[in-house]
């Protein structure tokens, strides 16, 4: 969509971040890996993938670049997959490590290395992927990040070979884990695919797509496959959201607060879980690691659209202030809508339980509500509950059926029969 838009304002947008920081040239490329020692320095894309599965980008679109560290969350993704979150943290730890992604973070005792996202945990991860030997391990690495992306990637052999006749830091990282018996199996076969993984070729607009998919729940929103359970998507965001800005990752959370995991290839990936993917490639990094352009574009993005993780809002006080007095049966009426959780019911308890008992029967009007968590629902019942203890008559209005409140509180069909009802139950109401 990059080239038209006039018609798309996201891709617009996208391409406004783009103008305001390309002419930023701070930061150099990774150059410990030869082969990403010659990559241009000069292409910036960005693209964003929503969980409805609309895909918007600009710039650099369609310039290749290799994962690294991306591929980490993913492939932790397969080993929960394959051996669920208590036997995963049994080998590899969920706590920032605060140091390099090269470091040597390991437990002093147990060799354990510190969270995922650092290559010592990375490697340990591709240890843990079910499979006979490298082959068939990354065959499965490969498989799964594919559906991620909702294409068939492949390796970038020279980039591959590269990283595998230099990368002595983690071969030796590996052999520490392995030494202190943390790492077990075939060092050389979780090298192997960690180091392919690392070489998967993208452009930004498969990567956003990757992360659209954690950020709907593990579905690909544009192929609609289910990748992963929502479960493995939430623990996945979760070590992104502590770990994934490797020594930057605190002051990452505190300032973007977004999900994210960046590559020494100039690629980050974000996630606005619920909302949407994201990903830039840009290769000069700062000297955490992090693309410089990349990481102002999701600053600035986060800032100005009030992405934050922590930042909330809602709209449940205007629609409050919307339920009205129904003259035609004396009842009040609240109007509820969108999916209801704790922070919605709450806002109702309070203003028809703490103030003065309501003088007219209540009607909760659900037709608009698309669904209620269980928290949510729970406290709405508790709600009617009180009311009904303090002598007001309680009505329930959904059309569809759902007895969201549980039993006692089956629905009225429409507002004319709830109303309706008040009238022959409290004549002159
Ligand atoms: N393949 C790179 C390495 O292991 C990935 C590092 C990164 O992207 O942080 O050094």
Redesign the pocket.
Known sequence: MSSDHFHDPIGAALESLRERFVADHDGEVAS??PELARVDPEPFGLALVSAGGGSYSAGDDRTRFTL??ISKPFTYALALCDHGLEAVLDRVGAEPSGEA??AISLDEETGRPDNPMI?AGAILTCSLVDGRDADTRFGRVLELLSAFAGRDLEVDESVFDS?ATT?HR?RALAHLMFHAEALVGDVDDALEV??RQ?ALSVDVRDVATMAATLSNAGTNPVTGDRVVAPEVAEQVMSVMATCGM?DASGEWLLRVGLPAK????GGIVAVSPGRFGIATFSPRLDEQ?NSVRGAAALRAMSTELGLHLLHRTHHLEEELAAGTVDDRAGALVVRLSGELEFTDAERVLRSLVSGPTPDRPVVLDLDDVRGCDEVASRVLRATATTLQRDGVEVGVVDSHDRNLLGEGFEDHVDMATACGSFDRSTPGA
């Open positions: 410990y890996i690294q560290s992604y090269n290559n990283e990368g983690n960690y180091t690392c490797y960046s590559g020494v290839g690691g």
